[in-house]
């Protein structure tokens, strides 16, 4: 099974920590639609093998498209790709979006999930991060789209400067009100040349504090994990059988073609992206050219990605994988790599049901997780 990732690069407005490709300038929209689409046909071939079990709008902001624009791409997948009978189908989606009939639309034209930014349920914290929506349009939404919708995950951020411990208990706490399934969560992060970067580099705000992020991530897994929720990959947690499929094929290692400027793919060997310009992307798709750049993964590169993924969920590394697919050398490395991780209780390597042994973080580890693999990254092998 594979997936089909499409970025719509288009937003109200730029939060003031958001580095993803973007444009608040919507005039060339509908051009974008077409282009898509155009890329959509082009590529039918490198799946002629496969089979599409999830679609994935993300931005940017999808929910930007009008229901139209969004069911004319759902239409061409289905035209030139192999798709299950009842794929996961997510829109990423602002609360200032999601009106009723916006979501009774969605759900018409197939969309079977949504993916809600809320960010936080306070209207300081929403300011601050400069969001288009306000916290009572947060809350509407919800109240709307939990009638029409099971499969719901909502997004929110920690580590802001401006929130406290209890703060952040209570968007929780807000969040599981709604009883929705599934929850993504973030450290706020500083990114080059974003807003957040330039304001503390004027001293306009204070950085974010790893460990203020640290205590409320795992304020986050206790809360979560609490009220039944499975804490599968760093930054989500769903209740069983509401895993986010897409998420999950990255993580797992499935192939996935990525639609839109900036979109990366992944067949398993090679890893391509498209051009970061709107204008260049679709000049190149109404000449029928494909806009992209590919990489030919090294063996030491996937080794890399599969310790980097692998790390970051609930599955791990499994340590027969790394030696069939890499070898004894590799796996030798990883182990020696590993041990003074094991030895200060971040990592442990567990016996799965299958007999498979597998190498994960502790959940005094999970935190740390990213930073933990970078360190056992495959260097060279002299």
């Not at 957040?196 to 640290?214: C, H, R, S, T």
């Not at 063996?299 to 030696?323: A, H």
Request: net charge negative.
């Amino acid at each position: 099974m594979s997936g089909i990732y499409i970025h719509i690069p288009f937003c109200k407005q730029a939060c003031h920590y958001c580095d993803f490709h973007f444009s608040t300038n919507l005039k060339k929209k509908q051009e974008m639609v077409f282009a898509i689409i155009k890329e959509i046909e082009l590529r039918k071939d490198e799946f002629k093998n496969e089979t599409v079990e999830t679609i994935y709008f993300g931005g940017g902001t999808p929910s930007i498209l009008s229901n139209l624009d969004l069911k004319l791409v759902i239409d061409s997948v289905y035209q030139n790709y192999n798709v299950i009978s009842d794929p996961e189908i997510t829109v990423e989606a602002n609360p200032d979006d999601l009106s009723e009939e916006r979501i009774l639309g969605l759900k018409q034209i197939g969309v079977n999930r949504l993916s809600i930014g809320i960010q936080s349920f306070f209207e300081e914290d929403l300011l601050w991060m400069n969001r288009a929506h306000n916290a009572k349009e947060a809350e509407k939404c919800l109240q709307i789209a939990t009638k029409h919708f099971d499969n719901i995950s909502l997004d929110l951020i920690y580590g802001i400067p401006s929130s406290t411990n209890e703060k952040w208990k209570q968007n929780i706490e807000k969040a599981l009100s709604y009883n929705v399934p599934h929850i993504s969560s973030y450290a706020l992060t500083v990114e080059p040349k974003t807003a957040l970067q330039k304001f503390i580099q004027k001293g306009i705000i204070n950085p974010p504090d790893d460990a203020v992020a640290e205590a409320q991530f795992h304020i986050l897994i206790a809360a979560l994990e609490q009220k039944g929720f499975v804490h599968y990959e760093l930054s989500n947690f769903g209740k069983p059988n509401y895993f986010s499929k897409n998420n999950s094929a990255y993580w797992l290692g499935k192939k996935y073609i990525g639609i839109g400027p900036s979109a990366h793919s992944y067949d398993g060997k090679n890893r391509s992206w498209n051009v970061s310009n709107n204008t260049l992307y679709i000049q190149s798709l109404q000449e029928n050219q494909l806009p992209m750049e590919t990489e030919v993964l090294t063996l030491k590169d996937r080794y890399n990605e599969c310790v980097m993924t692998g790390l970051r969920t609930v599955w791990g590394v499994s340590l027969e994988r790394i030696e069939k697919e890499f070898g004894k050398t590799y796996l030798n490395y990883l182990k020696n790599q590993a041990k003074k991780y094991i030895e200060d209780g971040l990592l442990e390597i567990v016996s799965q049901h299958n007999d498979e042994n597998v190498m994960k973080t502790t959940s005094k580890g999970k935190f740390l997780a990213d930073g933990i693999a970078s360190d056992l990254f495959l260097l060279n092998l002299d």
